[in-house]
């Protein structure tokens, strides 16, 4: 009789396919067991038992506040993608726009008080009581009227 | 009215308050103000205009051409330039630049649109106002319907073209207090908006 092989390490007693089927079964033995754990488990119940408010007032916002690097999370803020994703140009177009809008409303209605007050000086001057300004002429006045 | 949230009496309204002023007969500060602007546009143009041959003679001939304001080419130039300014403009709008920005247009004097025949006979004629120390202007001051001489020429008037209302509405929804509080429910900003509103857009 010849000389019987000799045992060798674990890795020699199981061939590579018979360790991937080891492995696979030991993936939905573990999966199984994580969902009937979890269906046995009433989350409900559970979040009833919990007080939220209590465990928020023990959070010390402060604290937590002080232990972030605020600073580190600004440069990791990508400014220039921030930038290049906002229409800088729609928003800066609405702004000035509606400031142009406000400044000529403004200088418009400065300068028909200014109106206002020479035709009332002049009413006064005139001895006649100024009733607003006059107009408008007749035929718009009978196509409104119509 | 609006009642007055810190308990005071509001001072009296304007006299032309809960009325439109689009289409009504423009005032002297107004025309005047438009009259101002126009022309330091049509000078602005017209001294860009003249750099702009000099450099351009510079460059293409290396002679320097010098613009004295005396000068009677300069003095035609200008007049052409400025009758070309007002007449092109009442002609095709109504309004010159300085028109647009105060809100008052030139209109027939029954309220319709100016013809082109209209607004070069005005432009014509406007020189006639000032004469005499301005004498045609008084139309503005002392007339029933607010025309200088040479609107009576022309057959125009001036009315203004913008609607208070819409500026008004403008402001008390917000977009005229650019830098204010906007919460609807502030009651104290509602009535301060429409105080402001009131005392600022008669119409």
């Known amino acids: 009789m010849g000389p019987s092989p000799s045992l060798g390490s674990d890795s020699d007693l199981v061939n590579p396919f018979q360790r991937q089927h080891v492995e696979v079964l030991a993936q939905v033995v573990t999966e199984r067991a994580v969902e009937l754990v979890v269906s046995a488990l009433d989350v409900n119940a559970v979040l009833d038992q919990v007080d939220i408010n209590r465990v928020l007032d023990q959070i010390d916002l402060d604290r937590l506040l002080g232990r972030m690097d605020l600073d580190e999370m600004v440069q990791r803020i990508d400014v220039d993608a921030l930038v290049e994703q906002t229409d800088l140009g729609a928003v800066i177009a609405a702004s000035s726009s509606g400031a142009a809008s406000d400044l000529l409303d403004v200088v418009r209605s400065q300068t028909v008080g200014l109106d206002e007050f020479i035709a009332r000086w002049i009413g006064r001057l005139r001895r006649r009581p100024y009733t607003g300004p006059p107009g408008p002429p007749n035929r718009v006045r009978a196509e409104a009227a119509s | ?203």
């Not at chain 2, 080419?73 to 092109?88: D, G, L, T």
């Not at chain 2, 009442?90 to 209109?107: I, S």
């Open chain 2, 1 to 203: 009215m609006t009642a007055r949230v810190d308990g005071t009496t509001p001072s009296a309204p304007p006299a032309v308050a809960g009325e439109r002023l689009r289409g009504k007969y423009a005032g002297f500060a107004s025309r005047f103000t438009a009259f101002a602007v126009d022309v330091v546009v049509s000078l602005g143009v017209f001294m860009l205009a003249l750099a702009a041959i000099s450099f351009a003679a510079r460059v293409l001939t290396g002679k320097d051409i010098s613009w004295h304001n005396g000068d009677i080419w300069v003095v035609i130039a200008y007049a052409v330039w400025a009758f070309i300014y007002f007449a092109y403009s009442w002609a095709a709008d109504g309004r010159t630049a300085g028109m647009a920005l105060v809100g008052v247009r030139v209109v027939r004097d029954d309220g319709t649109d100016a013809s082109a025949r209209q607004a070069i006979v005005r432009t014509l004629a406007f020189p006639l106002s000032f004469l005499f120390l301005g004498l045609g202007l008084a139309g503005i001051l002392l007339g029933d319907r607010r025309r200088a001489l040479h609107d009576v020429i022309a057959g125009t008037a001036v009315v203004y073209s913008w609607d208070t209302r819409a500026a008004r509405l403008r402001f008390l929804s917000g977009d005229g207090l650019s830098s204010g509080p906007r919460h609807p429910g502030d009651t104290t900003v509602c009535a301060a908006r429409t105080r402001a509103a009131r005392t600022v857009w008669p119409g």
